[in-house]
C-alpha cells in the first residue's frame, strides 16, 4: 500500500515517481527478493483475508509511513475512484497479480461497525472476509462461526441491494452484473495481456496528478497513464514516436497529445 500513502498523503504522483526512481520504499518489496532468486516474479495482491480491503487503503489517512484505513461511504465517487486507481496500479505491476475475492466488486471491510456492535476486540478481521456477492437469493450472506456472525457492513449491503452483485450460471459459466468495478478489473487484466514476457516497469516523471507507467523489455512497449484524481492540472499523452492507442478507461483519451489532466480516475493506453 505504499502507492496510494504516496500518493494521497505523500504529495502526489511526482512524488512517489521520485520515491521509486531513487529505489526507496516504493521498491524495497522486489529488490531483497531478486537479489536472492534469479527467477523471482513479483506478486502483487489487492488484499487479503487478514488486512483491511483495497478500498479502505486507497482511502486511508495518514502519510507515507503509514496510514490508517477509512471507512466507506456506497457511492462516494472520490472513495470509488481512489480503489479503481489502486487497482491499476497494482494489477499493472509487472509479475502475478493476486485479486482478493470482492474486491473486484468494490467491497469494503468497515471496521468501525464491528467495534460498533461487538467491541474493540478479538476477530475484527471478520469484517475483511465478509461473504462475497452473488445475486442468487439461496446464497445468503449471514452465518454464524462461533459467537460471530458474518455479516455484511452497510458498504457491501449496498452494493447487493442495489443489483451489483455477481449473478452466476452454472450451466453455461456466464457471469453477469452491473459493477462498475467488475468491468474496470476486466479491462485492466485485457490490457495486461499485452505485456512481454518478463516485462520490467518504470515510473516516468509526471505531474503531482498523473502517474506515468512506461511498461518495457520484449516485443511490446506500453505507455500507461493514471490519473490519480488529486487535481485538474492539464497533462498532455505523449508517449513518443510509433505509439498507438490501446485502451482508454474512465474517460481517458484515445489521442497523443491530448490532455488526460482533467479527467479524474481515468487511464490512456498506447502500445509500440
Same mark, same amino acid.
Not at 457511492?75 to 472520490?78: D, F, I, L, P, S
Given at each position: 500500500y &505504499? =502507492?496510494?500513502?504516496?500518493? @494521497?498523503?505523500?504529495?502526489? /504522483?511526482?512524488?512517489?515517481?521520485k520515491?521509486?526512481?531513487?529505489?526507496?520504499q516504493?521498491?524495497?518489496?522486489?529488490?531483497?527478493?531478486?537479489?536472492?532468486?534469479?527467477?523471482? *516474479?513479483?506478486?502483487?495482491?489487492?488484499?487479503? &483475508?487478514?488486512?483491511?480491503r483495497? %478500498?479502505?487503503? /486507497?482511502?486511508?489517512?495518514?502519510? &507515507?509511513?503509514?496510514?490508517?484505513?477509512?471507512?466507506?461511504?456506497y457511492?462516494?465517487?472520490?472513495q470509488?475512484?481512489?480503489a479503481? =486507481? !489502486? /487497482?491499476?496500479?497494482?494489477?499493472?505491476?509487472?509479475?502475478?497479480?493476486?485479486?482478493?475475492?470482492?474486491?473486484?466488486?468494490?467491497?469494503?471491510?468497515?471496521?468501525?461497525? &464491528? *467495534?460498533?456492535?461487538?467491541?474493540?476486540?478479538?476477530?475484527?478481521?471478520?469484517?475483511?472476509?465478509?461473504?462475497?456477492?452473488?445475486?442468487?437469493?439461496?446464497?445468503?450472506?449471514?452465518?454464524?462461526?462461533?459467537? @460471530?456472525?458474518?455479516?455484511?457492513?452497510?458498504?457491501? #449491503? /449496498?452494493?447487493?441491494?442495489?443489483?451489483?452483485?455477481?449473478?452466476?450460471?452454472?450451466?453455461?459459466?456466464?457471469?453477469?452484473?452491473?459493477?462498475?468495478?467488475?468491468?474496470?478489473? #476486466?479491462?485492466?487484466?485485457a490490457? #495486461?495481456? @499485452?505485456?512481454?514476457?518478463?516485462?520490467k516497469?518504470?515510473?516516468?516523471?509526471?505531474?503531482?496528478?498523473?502517474?506515468?507507467?512506461?511498461?518495457?523489455?520484449?516485443?511490446?512497449?506500453?505507455?500507461?497513464?493514471?490519473?490519480?484524481?488529486?487535481?485538474?492540472?492539464? @497533462?498532455?499523452?505523449?508517449?513518443?514516436?510509433?505509439y498507438?492507442?490501446?485502451? !482508454?478507461?474512465?474517460?481517458?483519451?484515445?489521442?497523443?497529445?491530448?490532455? %488526460?489532466?482533467a479527467?479524474?480516475?481515468?487511464?490512456?493506453a498506447? *502500445?509500440?
Open positions: &505504499h =502507492v496510494p500513502a504516496w500518493i @494521497y498523503n505523500g504529495g502526489g /504522483a511526482g512524488n512517489f515517481t520515491e521509486a526512481a531513487n529505489g526507496g516504493a521498491g524495497e518489496t522486489y529488490v531483497p527478493f531478486a537479489q536472492h532468486r534469479s527467477d523471482f *516474479i513479483n506478486g502483487a495482491f489487492t488484499s487479503n &483475508h487478514d488486512v483491511p483495497l %478500498i479502505n487503503q /486507497a482511502n486511508g489517512t495518514g502519510n &507515507h509511513e503509514g496510514t490508517t484505513a477509512a471507512t466507506i461511504t457511492g462516494n465517487a472520490q470509488n475512484g481512489r479503481k =486507481v !489502486q /487497482a491499476a496500479i497494482t494489477l499493472l505491476n509487472p509479475g502475478v497479480s493476486w485479486i482478493y475475492y470482492g474486491d473486484e466488486l468494490g467491497m469494503s471491510s468497515n471496521t468501525n461497525e &464491528h *467495534i460498533s456492535k461487538y467491541g474493540n476486540e478479538n476477530c475484527m478481521d471478520i469484517w475483511y472476509r465478509q461473504p462475497f456477492l452473488w445475486k442468487d437469493s439461496k446464497v445468503t450472506p449471514n452465518y454464524k462461526s462461533g459467537q @460471530y456472525l458474518f455479516e455484511l457492513d452497510e458498504h457491501n #449491503k /449496498a452494493i447487493l441491494n442495489n443489483g451489483e452483485g455477481i449473478d452466476y450460471n452454472p450451466s453455461t459459466g456466464n457471469v453477469s452484473t452491473t459493477n462498475e468495478f467488475y468491468q474496470w478489473y #476486466k479491462a485492466i487484466i490490457l #495486461k495481456q @499485452y505485456y512481454p514476457k518478463g516485462a516497469c518504470e515510473f516516468v516523471a509526471c505531474s503531482d496528478n498523473i502517474l506515468t507507467m512506461h511498461i518495457y523489455g520484449g516485443s511490446n512497449e506500453l505507455m500507461i497513464y493514471i490519473n490519480t484524481g488529486l487535481n485538474s492540472n492539464q @497533462y498532455l499523452v505523449n508517449p513518443g514516436a510509433g498507438s492507442s490501446l485502451l !482508454q478507461l474512465g474517460g481517458g483519451t484515445t489521442s497523443l497529445g491530448a490532455d %488526460i489532466g479527467k479524474a480516475y481515468s487511464i490512456s498506447f *502500445i509500440k
